[in-house]
């Protein structure tokens, strides 16, 4: 035993395992034991992720070829990537092998990974992006762009002197680049229509440019931080949570969508929080300003009224705003009243638990104040109210696609009733009352009974439908990034195709890129008869079976009260029906695959 | 097949050119695309194949920004272009395509087309097959209305002379069947029609299609409603006594062209002369070919019949149509087109039934508050027992009525606003579809033409001449369905709120007008408009029209021969 302390295993390596060891290492010189230590450290991440130090990962890919050209194209016509082709070939023949990608399909996030980028783009219209280049050049000129000072770049504009705006975009792109640091190999070109000349002359200036840089091979590239997908301990928890930002709300149905569903990104820069595709954010919200008016109003009573809550004391509006439950109803809440001020009409109400029950559903606090407005005081109020609680949404991330920053998916609850306007209290303060910019407290909650299977060979079947997609964004990002093998299966569900497709846009690439291997759509009001996702399932019976006879791993996301049991039958009538199972068996099977992790739900 | 070399162009063929040889005469893998749940979109060779199918894939380009950043993709749907020749289309036909416009597309209208048919915009994809087989059901379908293929041929809606109107009605029928695809694509997919083994045949289009879309006329002097020179092939009827004889045949007319491109420009056909009757569908079948084997596949930019004229010169292109068709043009007979414009109104024809034609506002048949088009139409449609004529002017006649039924469908038209008490000027304006559905559009077209007309109204009536109008016309990209380059005024979309400004046409449709200012403004063309507008009504001469006064005044050049004068 002591002896393995020698070797500074610290006990985790017996003598014979050391032995092993040993034999396969002996006669490696220096490089080849470090990439030992680099291949080994990966096949440790493989195993368990937490494991993997970023600083490990960096060690293989240090030892690699460094420096690349991308070029990157972007317009209306198919101009900009004739020319973008072309410039791969010219380049591969001097020796420089070149990547060309459209700026549709390119992410923009990716952009700092580069060492060197030739981009092609032409103008739209008054001198606005043409529709591929869109999301880069809004990207380049955002809050969220990256510095870039190791990149170097080129840029070609095609244009038309006749417009205004001519060459408006690719002026654009190389006043942004520059701005974040990044260095022009050669001088921006604007071509007229008669581009040929023009852009063939650009190609050859910059390839004696970079000709030295991309075969020199002592560049030193700073290697991005690798994939860490371990939920590491943070300061930041429940009860401290981190102050992030929120980057973007964005609502994600059409604009003829019955529902309102937002894209939401919270950076967490800084924080060193780390979650895992599978976790759930907790996220604290301001209560809306009308609202807590509302309610001092129905009582009566003057917002600056000193408070004390624990150890606190402060003013009556900052209470109910930070820290009173309103947006949800309470039984205790009408019992505090009734108990407070004898109201015969509230201890009437609490006498009858199921008319209470019936009453308090449809109603938030405020509802009650107005229908009841009994003489308390600013503390009595305060003291009836339910501390406010953070509300959890699963992370519609990965950190090895979006790194410090979370996203979320949002449905925005906001109805009328009695006479005004409700909102959700996370779901209106994320998607309407907070600013692009603002603060907006937050910590990580983990979910280990949600997690991709540890085999990324393992194929998976995901059922999403509406906000239940969340999780299974953060799967594809993750399985992506590790460049899983396995096979994705995704059902989603929503009311209409053409507006409700949640992240369509890239679900389309996933298909496209052979991520994602099968897609199975329920748009349920796109026909005379409702269609569900548990409708295509069983649809799709003998081949979901074929899958967990494969091992897969089903997962489902979403509505609990029916979406999720109408999933399980539908789970129930597959073994039935492709397993030749009696209802007992098939209740085994699924018993079974639960026990075996492989049934996982997330479901609220 | 010509076994001259010169007479092809030689080089790299065209993207189109192998999406044509490879689809298998136009199936493409366009059913596979109909399962696709994942987009309401055609993958790309599909995209272009529908084409031949009479459909385009748009989305409504006004919320395409909108729809990026929601992370869905833009809203893909097809608009369809029927294929109806001469405009004729029976009420029972009518009421069919009324319920499906109603029922599933986005748009909820009928759009009477310049290709004198009508279109719907806004079908989405799992209501594609549903569309065909309820225009099939009642006889109409939609092959070859787009795509590098002879198109929906046009007739003259001439509503007095009614056996006239029959007999050359007959011969756009005859040559629209003869020329068109003869693959069973169409059928088998979007009809489910039986999958038969054996090989498709293209005798006259040839598996490969032609160069460039083909587009065919017949036309009835004096008028000229069909526009003669935007078109590749024209057939101008003779008559004698009474009767027709036969055609002058105009080849090589056409209006598209790429801005920046010189190459490119719109020109007049020729006239190659005249034949008799039963030379038609060999002329038209010779004239088609010929330009199949001749035409340009290496440049689509030039692959018009227009082009192909201009490089192999109009005799050698003349002499081997009377080649191909074994038949020798005579020499042209005397015609004249004095106008292009719809008789608005009530007329008796020689049969004693009445036609009433309908001004059609954009062509978009639809229920505006106090203007029940659609509605009009329809209630029109149930009880009328003749037939209902589009017009290459995008308006409707309600043609063949009986005398017993005139008072009521008189009454329906009043009620329903079909018969506006509207201007000279608005009746001789038209615009192209354009934003926000169209592809191709680079400015405004029908969206902004009703207002557009209104501020020329009061320009006319402010210099004092109220009841004269201008053949005004605009189109939101070069391309030019809303035939612009036949206009006395012709806009030219070219940006957001930005138009070459084009001048000098005339009423005939016989000039093609020259450019005057390019990339201006609308507020910088109505000024200009103005002041010329001003200077016609002080110093015009007796009848002379707007476009003669621009030439005549020197504001700009007469275009006579376009391939060396329209860019001069």
Redesign the interface.
């Known amino acids: 035993m002591s002896n393995n302390n020698n070797f500074g295993t610290g006990g985790l390596i017996d003598p014979s395992q050391l032995n092993q060891i040993t034999q396969a290492i002996a006669g490696l010189n220096a490089n080849q034991l470090t990439w030992m230590s680099g291949y080994m450290a990966g096949m440790a991440a493989l195993q368990d992720p937490t494991l993997a130090a970023p600083q490990q990962i960096s060690a293989v890919a240090a030892a690699e070829p460094v420096g690349n050209l991308t070029i990157i194209y972007g317009s209306q016509t198919g101009n900009a990537k004739g020319i973008a082709v072309a410039y791969q070939a010219k380049a591969s023949a001097a020796g420089i092998p070149a990547k060309v990608v459209s700026m549709a399909d390119y992410k923009p996030r990716q952009i700092k990974n580069e060492t060197h980028i030739a981009i092609v783009v032409s103008t739209h219209g008054e001198g606005e992006a043409p529709d591929d280049a869109v999301e880069l050049h809004e990207f380049l000129g955002s809050k969220k762009a990256p510095k870039l000072p190791n990149l170097k770049y080129a840029v070609l504009g095609l244009g038309d002197t006749s417009y205004e705006f001519f060459c408006q975009t690719a002026k654009d792109f190389d006043t942004r680049l520059a701005t974040l640091g990044a260095t022009a190999v050669v001088e921006r070109v604007d071509c007229d229509v008669d581009y040929d000349s023009a852009a063939a002359k650009w190609q050859d200036d910059i390839l004696a440019k970079i000709k030295d840089d991309l075969t020199a091979k002592t560049t030193q590239v700073p290697v991005a931080a690798a994939a860490n997908t371990a939920s590491v301990a943070s300061i930041y928890s429940k009860k401290n949570p981190f102050s992030g930002t929120l980057l973007a709300s964005q609502k994600i149905t059409g604009r003829d969508s019955v529902k309102d569903i937002r894209h939401i990104e919270i950076s967490l820069e800084d924080s060193g929080i780390q979650y895992q595709a599978g976790d759930a954010l907790g996220v604290y919200f301001l209560n809306d300003a009308d609202m807590v008016t509302r309610v001092i109003a129905a009582y009566g009573l003057d917002a600056d009224a000193s408070v004390t809550i624990g150890e606190h004391t402060l003013s009556l509006g900052h209470a109910l705003t930070e820290k009173c439950e309103l947006t949800l109803s309470y039984p205790t809440f009408v019992k505090a009243l009734a108990d407070t001020t004898n109201d015969p009409g509230l201890v009437a109400l609490l006498a009858d638990k199921t008319a209470l029950r019936e009453y308090l559903v449809p109603r938030q606090i405020v509802d009650i104040a107005i229908d009841y407005p009994v003489a308390i005081t600013a503390q009595q109020l305060v003291d009836a109210c339910r501390p406010l609680t953070a509300r959890l949404y699963s992370i519609a991330s990965s950190q090895s696609e979006v790194e410090d920053e979370v996203h979320l998916t949002v449905a925005l609850v906001e109805y009328d009733a009695h006479g005004f306007t409700h909102q959700g209290g996370a779901s209106g303060f994320l998607s309407t009352r907070l600013e692009e910019g603002a603060a907006v407290k937050v910590y990580v909650e983990r979910n280990d009974n949600f997690r991709l299977p540890a085999d990324p060979n393992t194929p998976v079947i995901m059922v999403g439908p509406g906000t239940g997609i969340a999780p299974f964004r953060a799967f594809m990002q993750e399985r992506d990034a590790q460049d899983a093998q396995g096979n994705n299966w995704l059902f989603f569900g929503n009311p209409n195709f053409t507006q409700d497709f949640l992240y369509q846009t890239e679900w389309q690439g996933y298909v496209k890129s052979g991520l994602l291997s099968k897609v199975s759509l329920a748009f349920s009001r796109d026909q005379a008869e409702k269609v569900y996702v548990q409708h295509r399932l069983v649809e799709q019976g003998a081949e979901v079976y074929k899958w967990l006879e494969q091992g897969a791993h089903f997962y489902v996301c979403g509505d609990a009260n029916h979406m999720a049991k109408d999933v399980e039958q539908a789970l129930l009538d597959i073994y039935q029906t492709h397993g030749k199972q009696t209802a007992d068996e098939a209740k085994k099977s699924l018993l079974a695959l639960r026990k075996a992790k492989r049934y996982q739900k997330d479901v609220y | 097949m010509s076994g001259n070399k010169n007479l092809v162009v030689e080089g790299k063929l065209a993207v189109n050119e192998r999406i044509k040889g490879e689809s298998n005469f136009l199936r493409g893998t366009i059913a596979k695309d109909l399962t696709d749940?994942?987009?309401?979109g055609f993958t790309s060779d599909n995209f272009q194949l529908i084409r031949f199918h009479g459909m385009y894939q748009q989305d409504d380009r006004d919320?395409?920004?909108?729809?990026?950043?929601?992370?869905?993709?833009p809203?893909h749907n097809v608009m369809l272009r029927a294929r109806l020749p001469g405009g004729v289309i029976s009420p029972t036909q009518w009421l069919a395509i009324d319920k499906f416009a109603d029922d599933y597309t986005m748009y909820g209208s009928i759009r009477l087309t310049t290709r004198q048919t009508f279109q719907f915009h806004g079908v989405?994809k799992?209501h594609m097959k549903l569309m065909h087989q309820t225009l099939n059901a009642v006889g109409i379908d939609s092959i070859a209305t787009a795509g590098d293929v002879n198109r929906n041929v046009l007739c003259t809606s001439n509503p007095e002379v009614s056996y006239f109107h029959q007999e050359a009605y007959a011969w756009a029928t005859k040559i629209s069947e003869h020329l068109l695809p003869k693959t069973r694509a169409y059928a088998e997919v979007w009809l489910d029609g039986e999958k038969v083994e054996t090989t498709d045949v293209e005798p006259i289009l040839g598996s490969n299609y032609l160069p460039r879309k083909f587009k065919t006329t017949v036309v009835i002097p004096p008028q000229n409603d069909v526009d003669v020179h935007a078109n590749d092939l024209n057939f101008v009827a003779i008559e004698d006594n009474g009767k027709l004889i036969g055609f002058n045949v105009l080849v090589g007319g056409g209006l598209a062209m790429t801005?920046?491109?010189h190459a490119t420009f719109p020109r007049k056909a020729d006239n190659f002369g005249f034949i008799g009757l039963d030379d038609t569908l060999a002329i038209a079948e010779a004239v088609v070919t010929t330009q199949r084997d001749w035409g340009n596949r290496v440049n689509r930019k030039n692959a018009k019949t227009k082009y192909t004229l201009e490089r192999v010169g109009v005799d050698t292109f003349k002499a081997e149509v009377e080649k191909r068709a074994n038949v020798q043009f005579a020499a042209d007979k005397d015609f004249e087109f004095t106008g292009r414009g719809d008789r608005y109104g009530w007329v008796e024809g020689v049969d004693g039934n009445y036609h009433l034609t309908c001004f059609i506002e954009n062509g978009r048949i639809l229920d505006y508050p106090g203007k029940t088009l659609k509605s009009g139409c329809k209630a029109i449609a149930e009880i009328h027992s003749g037939e209902f004529r589009m017009t290459a002017n995008q308006n409707l006649v309600i043609a063949g009525v009986t005398p017993e039924l005139k008072d009521q469908i008189d009454a329906l038209a009043k009620a329903n606003g079909l018969m506006p008490s509207v201007s000279n000027q608005r009746k001789d304006s038209m615009a192209c579809v354009s934003l926000p559905t169209c592809p191709l559009a680079?400015a405004e077209a029908e969206r902004y033409l009703p207002d557009a007309v209104t501020e020329i109204e009061s320009m006319l009536t402010k210099h004092g001449i109220p009841d004269e109008s201008i053949i005004y016309r605009v189109t939101g990209c070069p391309n030019g369905c809303g035939r612009a380059m036949l206009a006395e005024v012709g806009l030219v979309g070219?940006?957001?709120?930005k138009y070459n400004l084009h001048l000098g046409g005339n009423k005939a449709g016989t000039r093609i007008p020259k450019m005057y200012k390019?990339?201006i403004t609308d507020t910088e063309i109505m000024s200009i408009l103005d002041e010329l507008i001003g200077q016609w009504a002080q110093e015009r001469q007796a009848n002379e029209c707007f476009g003669d006064y621009v030439i005549r005044a020197g504001v700009v050049a007469e275009v006579v021969d376009p391939a060396k004068d329209f860019y001069a």
């Open positions: 749940d994942m987009t309401g919320i395409r920004p909108e729809r990026m950043k929601q992370k869905l993709e809203l989405l799992p801005h920046g491109d680079m070219k940006g957001p709120g390019e990339n």
